[in-house]
Nanobody, 126 residues
Framework: QVQLVESGGGLVQAGGSLRLSCAAS????????MGWFRQGPGKEREFVGA???????YYADSVKGRFSISRDNAKGTVYLQMDSLKPEDTAVYYCAADPRRRSIATMTPRSLWAYWGQGTQVTVSS
């Protein structure tokens, strides 16, 4: 059974940092593109960023320069480092994976991702 499990969410003050983790199991994800999305209160789920199967990264403009994505294939884990957090970053954050090796710059629609985690809540207080 394919599973993506996010962790690391919580409550943080504006300007603070959090690191989210996404642990993959059930298949080999080292050759997959991996992505992060988020869904704020009353909003659509939106693309945050992605890391390709060869380690390239791509970010939404709203988080560029503040968030970074990395992966440890040996551990089957992808990370989202979030710095300089703002109240508008408050959302449920979701990990996603896709094996088709598309250019990650084209993978902003959620419909292009095959596998999803259950999400982890991030709340940024002002």
């Amino acid at each position: 059974q394919v599973q993506l499990v996010e962790s690391g969410g919580g409550l943080v003050q504006a300007g603070g940092s959090l690191r989210l983790s996404c642990a993959a199991s059930g298949r080999t994800f080292s050759n997959d593109n991996m992505g992060w999305f988020r869904q704020g209160p009353g909003k659509e789920r939106e693309f945050v960023g992605a890391i390709s199967w060869i380690g390239g990264t791509y970010y939404a403009d709203s988080v560029k320069g503040r968030f970074s994505i990395s992966r440890d294939n040996a551990k089957g884990t992808v990370y989202l480092q979030m710095d300089s957090l703002k109240p508008e970053d408050t959302a449920v954050y979701y990990c996603a994976a896709d094996p088709r090796r598309r250019s990650i710059a084209t993978m902003t629609p959620r419909s292009l991702w095959a596998y999803w985690g259950q999400g982890t809540q991030v709340t940024v207080s002002s």
